[in-house]
């Protein structure tokens, strides 16, 4: 699992990752993604890295890649205690696999949330009207926590 290891988000995620594989799960290795494109390139020559910084990437077994929400649910269908979303994300028709779409959607909410969190490393861009309230909400939560 490749992430961006600046960002506050991918950090507390990734730890909590490594606690719950902890439990016996399918060995998550999780490798946080530095400022080294060749040695990112070692690990896959179609790596970008500026792809990789934004969006989760799971390089599997087979080589092949899983990025955002697939990646995400792939990740938690290795998960001892989560194993049984698997066959909830696979559980689709005519194509569609709705958990799996509303992963993908959830996902991609928490990306565009990473600035307003306080990740510096996502972006530092003007914070999107509707993540106003979880700025507000992670600044009181550091003020307090200083």
């Not at 080589?63 to 194993?83: D, F, N, Q, S, Y």
């Not at 689709?92 to 928490?110: E, R, T, W």
């Not at 530092?124 to 992670?138: Q, R």
Request: charged share 25%; net charge neutral; hydrophobic share 40%.
């Amino acid at each position: 699992m490749l992430f961006n290891g600046q960002c506050e988000v991918c950090q507390a995620l990734s730890s909590w990752v490594k606690k719950q594989d902890a439990a016996g799960g399918d060995r998550i290795d999780e490798r946080p993604i530095g400022d080294d494109p060749e040695a990112l390139k070692a690990i896959d020559p179609s790596l970008d890295i500026w792809d990789v910084y934004k969006e989760i990437h799971l390089v599997m077994p087979d080589g092949t890649i899983k990025k955002g929400g697939e990646a995400v649910g792939e990740v938690l269908r290795r998960l001892p205690h989560l194993g049984f979303l698997g066959p909830v994300l696979d559980t689709g028709a005519f194509g569609v696999k709705p958990a799996q779409s509303a992963l993908n959607a959830a996902y991609k909410i928490l990306d565009a949330a990473r600035p307003a969190i306080g990740c510096k490393s996502c972006g530092g861009g003007p914070v999107a009207w509707w993540a106003k309230p979880i700025k507000w909400t992670a600044d009181l939560v550091r003020a307090i926590r200083r």
